[in-house]
């Protein structure tokens, strides 16, 4: 049996998977990147490649930077001694089900996957996606925790506190707004371009709605969704808008250059997008006031 590669196109960026021989690690445990695959790049041209290898075993000298609580489970930060990083991801219920061992960029990876079919599915979805997170920033992108809309051919991301109602809001906008379109409903992918403009990419994670799609619309505003007792939306200055947007970005505070980059593509992101907070109910209203005030008439 010999190892398996395939690459992907993932908000502009080519990603390489290889996967060394196994009767367990196939591409059936990534039903969701189906939409995403393109035929192989140049090494120069990837964003980073990752391998697949359960003989991978873990780095034993490190440093233990942080325990973090994803929502599904807790992943473990290990800083290597030649500056890169260890992660071991684990499910809800405690389970490792993922080692992961990066370089200093995340450019070239290598991951250890363990337990069942679905452990080693989640195990192997998260390491992609942190991989993707920090690999791009530096790269001018951004992987972030947003529910997102397309009218018009603009795209309309909207943020919030985990349980405030993202995808609420964007399912009135789907339900009471002509022409709006899903593109993503957990993390859809802001990429700053060449011309200074940002664009969104619909993406292979989308949470617990299945919409992984291979689409891209310019970004049109950004929208943090805020309970309230009555609707009003207000349009924020920069230093609000840095505020309200950076905690929905994936990031390592920890990592100086991958904290430093991030900051600087969301300050770059809001000086050519404008960027508001929704005061709302879960109701039409919201959704036919916010859909007023922030979508591009051009």
């Given at each position: 049996m010999a190892a398996q590669d395939y690459y992907f196109k993932i908000g502009g960026h080519f990603v390489r998977l290889c996967f060394q021989p196994s009767e367990v690690n196939t591409m059936d445990l990534l039903p969701s990147f189906s939409p995403f695959y393109t035929p192989p790049v140049e090494k120069n041209l990837l964003l980073f490649s990752l391998t697949v290898d359960d003989s991978?075993?873990?780095?034993?000298?490190?440093?233990?930077?942080?325990?973090?609580?994803?929502?599904?489970?807790?992943?473990l930060?290990?800083?290597?001694?030649?500056?890169?990083?260890?992660?071991?991801?684990?499910?809800?219920?405690?389970?490792?089900?993922?080692?992961?061992?990066?370089?200093?960029?995340?450019?070239?990876?290598h991951c250890a996957l363990n337990g069942s079919w679905s452990m080693r599915s989640f195990g192997l979805n998260d390491a992609l996606m942190l991989i993707y997170a920090?690999?791009?920033?530096?790269h001018g992108t951004l992987l972030i925790h947003a529910s997102c809309v397309a009218y018009n051919g603009w795209a309309y991301p909207f943020t919030a506190k985990?349980?405030?109602?993202?995808?609420?809001?964007?399912?009135?906008?789907?339900?009471?707004?002509?022409?709006?379109?899903?593109?993503n409903d957990d993390n859809p992918i802001i990429r700053m371009e060449t011309d200074g403009h940002a664009t969104l990419y619909g993406s292979p994670w989308s949470g617990k709605t299945p919409c992984y799609r291979q689409v891209s619309y310019p970004l049109g505003a950004l929208t943090r969704i805020e309970?309230?007792?009555?609707?009003?939306?207000?349009?924020?200055?920069?230093?609000l808008a840095f505020a309200?947007?950076?905690?929905?970005?994936?990031?390592?505070?920890?990592?100086?250059?991958?904290?430093?980059n991030?900051?600087?593509?969301?300050?770059?992101?809001?000086?050519?997008?404008?960027?508001?907070?929704l005061h709302c109910l879960p109701d039409q209203e919201a959704a036919l006031l916010c859909h007023k005030t922030i979508t591009r008439k051009e």
């Open positions: 991978l075993r873990p780095i034993r000298k490190f440093e233990l930077i942080r325990k973090f609580d994803t929502g599904n489970g807790d992943t930060v290990h800083r290597l001694p030649d500056g890169g990083y260890q992660f071991v991801i684990r499910d809800i219920a405690g389970q490792d089900c993922c080692l992961l061992q990066a370089n200093e960029d995340f450019s070239v990876c920090f690999a791009g920033s530096f985990s349980g405030t109602g993202k995808s609420t809001h964007s399912g009135l906008w789907l339900s009471h707004i002509e022409g709006t379109e899903l593109v309970r309230a007792s009555a609707n009003s939306i207000e349009r924020l200055g920069p230093v309200s947007i950076l905690p929905s970005c994936s990031s390592m505070k920890w990592d100086s250059a991958i904290f430093n991030i900051c600087n593509t969301v300050t770059r992101v809001i000086q050519s997008t404008p960027v508001y907070t």
